[in-house]
Nanobody
Framework: QVQLVESGGGLVQAGGSLRLSCVASGRAGNRYTMGWFRQAPGKEREFVAAITWSGGSTNYADSVKGRFTISRDSAKNTVYLQMNTLKPEDTAGYYC????????????????WGQGTQVTVSS
């Protein structure tokens, strides 16, 4: 079992930046691929970014490519999502997720989820 706790959300103006953090505990020593997802009110949850255990491979949704950067510090069992040039359409609850059954930066099949952190971008 893995527990994930997100932090770093908040209210920011369009064009601003935020950095989200996700700390993993429990069986955090396993080699998990980590991902970030988001869900806006009335919309389905969507993939944002993923990173492999080694950090050597990343994957991004087209909507955030070039603006968001996912990274991880395995020694701290923490994954980050640096979000720059934020837009109002980035407003959503952001969720951290972990998947143990792959070595790829995939967009699906995540087993463990955090409770989420809210990001609101004002225009």
């Amino acid at each position: 079992q893995v527990q994930l706790v997100e932090s770093g959300g908040g209210l920011v103006q369009a064009g601003g930046s935020l950095r989200l953090s996700c700390v993993a505990s429990g069986r955090a020593g396993n080699r998990y691929t980590m991902g970030w997802f988001r869900q806006a009110p009335g919309k389905e949850r969507e993939f944002v970014a993923a990173i492999t255990w080694s950090g050597g491979s990343t994957n991004y949704a087209d909507s955030v490519k070039g603006r968001f950067t996912i990274s991880r510090d395995s020694a701290k069992n923490t994954v980050y999502l640096q979000m720059n040039t934020l837009k109002p359409e980035d407003t959503a609850g952001y969720y951290c997720a972990a998947r143990s059954t792959t070595t790829l930066a995939v967009r699906f099949g995540y087993e463990y989820w955090g409770q989420g952190t809210q990001v609101t971008v004002s225009s």
